[in-house]
């Protein structure tokens, strides 16, 4: 019923900027409100960018002023414009609902390597 797929992950070096992408299956954007959760490893996964369905965003300090998140809902597409990456942001970057569970449905992540 639900599928998410991220990429647009990389290796690049601090200051870079990437842009990451998360294709949906069904109907999810127009129901929930969404995110992109970021992961290290032996670390907990924490939320950085979240939209509602009405346009709303908001940011984890850590990543405010950096990311921007947006929605194209004609193509069940969410996206995550992230520039001035540094070192800290290294990580596996998912998209789902704000209030999705650790056992709930994820999808694989996409990779984001920041070197120094």
């Known amino acids: 019923q639900v599928q998410l797929v991220e990429s647009g992950g990389g290796l690049v070096q601090a200051g870079g900027s990437l842009r990451l992408s998360c294709a949906a299956s069904?109907?999810?954007?127009?129901?929930?409100?969404m995110g992109w959760h970021r992961q290290v490893p032996g670390k907990q996964r924490k939320l950085v960018a979240a939209?509602?369905?009405?346009?709303?965003?908001n940011y984890a300090d850590s990543v405010k002023g950096r990311f921007t998140i947006s929605v194209d809902n004609a193509k069940n597409t969410m996206y995550l414009q992230m520039n001035s990456l540094k070192p800290e942001d290294t990580a596996v970057y998912y998209c789902?609902?704000?209030?999705?569970?650790?056992?709930?449905?994820w999808g694989q992540g996409t990779r984001v390597t920041v070197s120094s």
């Open positions: 789902n609902s704000l209030i999705a569970r650790p056992s709930d449905y």
């Open positions: 069904g109907s999810i954007f127009r129901f929930n409100g």
């Open positions: 939209i509602t369905s009405g346009g709303s965003t």
